[in-house]
Every structure is written in C-alpha cells, then in structure tokens.
C-alpha cells in the first residue's frame, strides 16, 4: 500500500510540474487516473442506499472526479496522500453532484437501528445520511484526518491491536476512506469485534488531542 501511495504522490507532482494542458501533462495524468481506477480503496460512498440506480450514479460520480482530477491537478496537497484526497472528493462532494443531477426527488432508504427512515438527497450533503448510517460512513471528520497525519508524537502510529501494522491510525484512515469492518477484518486477518472495540477506545483514548487540534 505505501509503494502504492508513493507511487501515486510521485505521478501527482510531476503532473503539477508541467504546464496547463502540455502533451506531457496529459500523459501523466492519464496514468494517474488509470492508476486511480484500479486501486482497491477507491471508494464506493453510501453502498446499499441506491439499490436500482447505484452503478449509474458511481460511474457519473467518478467521472465527475477524472475530470476534476485532470482539469485541478494544483489542488493536491502532498502533505495528504492521493487516495485520501480523492476518496473525500467523491464521498462528499461528486457522489452527492451525481444524485442531485440524475435524481433531484429520489429519496433514501437509510437504516437505523431503530427503524427505517426515508430522506431526501439534502441528507446526503448535510451529513444526516452519516448518523443513521455509521456503518456506511467513517466517524472520523476530515478535519480529524488532519490531526492523524500530523501526529507530531507518533502515538496514532504507536497505538495498535496485537499487530502493529492495525494502528489506531491505518484502521482510521480506512474507515475513513469508506472500507467496512469485515474488509479491513479481512486485510489485517483479525476478527470484526477486536478491530471495532480496540477503535472505539481508541477514538476515546484520544478525545482530548482530537479536542485540542480542532479548537487551535
């Protein structure tokens, strides 16, 4: 996954490197966008809210994204990496883009625990569709994303279950990017209840660092 990352970041800024609509520009960021596409974490926002229109939605929205992608290049931060960039693009912003245009009226069927509720796109983009879907959507804000890269101690890195590489902080960044339990159960080979538990005290443990990033 890091080579993946590296490999990704370095097409990103040698795409910034050349002028505006350049042979060279173009060139690599049709292998960026390739490489996008192909990656396992790209993500796929809301799954199960649109039954019969989910795929022409998703491929509307990724379209949205290439192009964004190729016409916005100067809009990456390298202090980020791409996927995470890119995965915020298309949950909170071309995902949404995408439903309004196809379906202006259609409304979701979104699950609580409760019950069953209906609502309309605005859900979507006020966040409503996060709270009754936790499942669905990360609990991590993006902001809070921030203070994990940052981490100037190192101890979202340090804090982890019984296997190092499944820190706090990789399993942050997947929930984040939009990974379910059972596929970030799957890729650390823990169980669901280990992963989940050890987050959510975790996400506690760190309620006061979180507190203080946001507020400075």
Same mark, same amino acid.
């Given at each position: 996954?890091?080579?993946?990352?590296?490999?990704?970041?370095?097409?990103?800024?040698?795409?910034?490197?050349?002028? +505006?609509?350049?042979?060279?520009?173009?060139?690599?960021?049709? %292998?960026?966008?390739?490489?996008?596409?192909?990656?396992?974490?790209?993500?796929?926002?809301?799954?199960?809210?649109?039954?019969?229109?989910?795929?022409?939605?998703?491929?509307?929205?990724?379209?949205?994204?290439?192009?964004?992608? $190729?016409?916005?290049?100067?809009?990456?931060? =390298?202090?980020?990496?791409?996927?995470?960039?890119?995965?915020?693009?298309?949950?909170?912003?071309?995902?949404?883009?995408? $439903?309004? *245009?196809?379906? =202006? %009226?259609?409304?979701?069927?979104?699950?609580?625990? &409760? &019950?069953?509720?209906?609502?309309?796109?605005?859900?979507? *983009?006020?966040?409503?569709?996060?709270?009754?879907? +936790?499942?669905?959507?990360?609990?991590?804000? &993006?902001?809070?994303?921030? $203070?994990?890269?940052?981490? =100037?101690?190192?101890?979202?890195? %340090?804090?982890?279950?019984?296997? +190092?590489?499944? #820190?706090?902080?990789?399993?942050?960044?997947?929930?984040?990017?939009?990974?379910?339990?059972?596929?970030?159960?799957?890729?650390?080979?823990? =169980?669901?209840?280990?992963?989940? #538990?050890?987050?959510?005290?975790?996400?506690?443990?760190?309620?006061?660092?979180?507190?203080?990033?946001?507020?400075?």
């Amino acid at each position: 996954m890091q080579e993946f990352d590296a490999r990704l970041k370095k097409l990103a800024l040698e795409a910034q490197q050349h002028p +505006p609509k350049s042979r060279n520009r173009q060139k690599v960021l049709s %292998q960026l966008v390739t490489e996008i596409q192909s990656a396992r974490n790209l993500v796929r926002p809301f799954r199960g809210t649109f039954r019969h229109h989910y795929r022409e939605i998703y491929e509307e929205a990724k379209h949205r994204l290439f192009c964004h992608i $190729c016409e916005k290049i100067e809009q990456y931060d =390298p202090k980020r990496e791409v996927m995470q960039w890119v995965n915020f693009l298309l949950r909170k912003r071309f995902f949404v883009e995408a $439903c309004r *245009e196809k379906f =202006p %009226q259609y409304r979701v069927k979104a699950k609580t625990q &409760e &019950e069953t509720k209906w609502v309309n796109l605005d859900a979507l *983009e006020e966040g409503q569709l996060s709270l009754m879907m +936790p499942q669905e959507t990360p609990s991590l804000s &993006e902001e809070i994303l921030q $203070c994990l890269e940052e981490d =100037p101690e190192g101890l979202f890195k %340090q804090t982890y279950t019984i296997k +190092p590489e499944a #820190s706090f902080y990789a399993i942050a960044q997947r929930r984040l990017n939009g990974y379910r339990w059972n596929e970030i159960s799957a890729e650390f080979d823990l =169980p669901v209840s280990t992963l989940s #538990s050890f987050y959510l005290r975790a996400q506690t443990k760190f309620a006061s660092k979180f507190q203080e990033y946001l507020s400075s």
